[in-house]
């Protein structure tokens, strides 16, 4: 029997250090140099990238990170790393190590693995946090851990969890948080799940994203029955000029009101941890857009970040795919 611990490394993409434009420039151009997130030649990518996307986008982003960053850091660091603590308190007696770090930037993914390595953990849980399963988040993960270790002798025993944009307990977390939502605030007259998007020759490859999302969107759907309230699905943060899977976030928001739509509650299940695109894009953004077209009400439901119900049902997760491991 192997007793030494388990290390459990969650993962999510990665946000910069701060919102210097030099820190936010450097992120982009780590994450978006990835030819898993960009699916095109590097020849004609770089190019656009460093001539156009780094010297624009880059400045542009600075009051938008600025607004949301917190006494601590970017959001996205803020919540990953609180989840991470409260992962280890959940699990404290069952000989796991628990980490963090981002498939981009810092904390840094191979010194993560690392650190578990000295602590003497020679089997490693890579938990991408990631609940629906895309290539160019999970998959880039998984690339990654593999390269990291290319050059180690002894190599740790890995297991990866794929998804689990189905699994009971992700499901309960988020239908528990939006009917307490609605039982000290009233319902809406819809709800909107956003979920990330992606450029739709992705899903026209294969990339089962998209299913991924309709499945935890039906099952909030049966979740949430008993309140009667329609919920409909929607993708943002649509990024270049190619096509995108739809309906976009924005433009579905802005057609409510004309559909007699005024009153209005936005969740993004894919995100278990707020940042950049659900603060700023779909709290602040969004709700503007739809003010503007003459909704009255918006109502943004924070993702799962540290909630204790969460951290149990990521601690059932893990436990599930520890399995014999342990
Ligand atoms: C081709 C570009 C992009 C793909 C594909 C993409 C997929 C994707 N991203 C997330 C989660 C996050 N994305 C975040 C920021 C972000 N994403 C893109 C582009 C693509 N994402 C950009 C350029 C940025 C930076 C911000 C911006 O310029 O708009 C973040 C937040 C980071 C933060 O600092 O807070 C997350 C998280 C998923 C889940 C996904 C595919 C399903
Ligand atoms: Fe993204
Ligand atoms: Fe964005």
Redesign the pocket.
Known sequence: MNTTPIGVLLV?????ESFQVKDIRQ??KL??SDPR???LPKWLWQPILRGL?LPF?APK?VH??RS?WLKDG???FVYTQAQAKALQQELATENVVVDMAMRYGNPDLGSAIERLKKQACERILIVPM?P?Y?A??TATLFDRVAELSKTWREQPDYRFIKRFCAHPDYIQSLSTKIARYWDKNGTPQRLLLS?????QR?VDLGDP?QQDCQQTAALLRDALSVYNVPIDISFQ?Q??KAKWIEPATQAVLEAYPSQGIKQVDVICP??V?D???T?E?IQLGCADAFKQKGGEQFRYIPCLNDDPEWIKALANIVRERLGSWS
């Open positions: 999510n993409l990665g946000t910069p992120y982009l994450f978006l997130v960009v699916e996307i986008r982003l938008k990170y949301i970017s959001p996205l990631y629906q895309a160019s988040t979920f990330h998007g992606l450029p992705a994203y943060s990024f270049g894919g995100f941890a940042c950049l695109e603060l894009e």
